[in-house]
């Protein structure tokens, strides 16, 4: 399961888990809440926003033909830069 600061991290100031966890409770009951709680947590492996039309990035369009392109590009520059750092993960 995905994770960050605001989800686990009780008692630091910089953290949100005490917000997080009234979202998981609403989520139990309010499908809306459920829906975004999922999102959250169960990212894609490639993720792409038109953020003029969707600047809160709730429609993920990287699977969308339109975009291909885009995404090869994107693709592309992360090899490049990969490379340029060395990542052993290629």
Do not use: C
Not at 73 to 79: F, G
């Amino acid at each position: 399961m995905w994770t960050t600061h605001f989800t686990k991290v009780p008692g630091i100031p910089e953290s949100h888990k005490e917000v997080w966890d009234t979202w998981v409770q609403k989520a139990r009951t309010d499908p809306e809440t459920a829906r975004l709680v999922d999102t959250i947590e169960h990212h894609p492996a490639e993720e792409l926003y038109d953020l003029q039309a969707d600047p809160y990035e709730l429609d993920n369009i990287a699977a969308k033909p339109e975009v291909a392109s885009v995404l090869k590009k994107m693709r592309r520059q992360l090899k490049d830069w990969m490379v340029s750092q060395n990542d052993p993960a290629l």
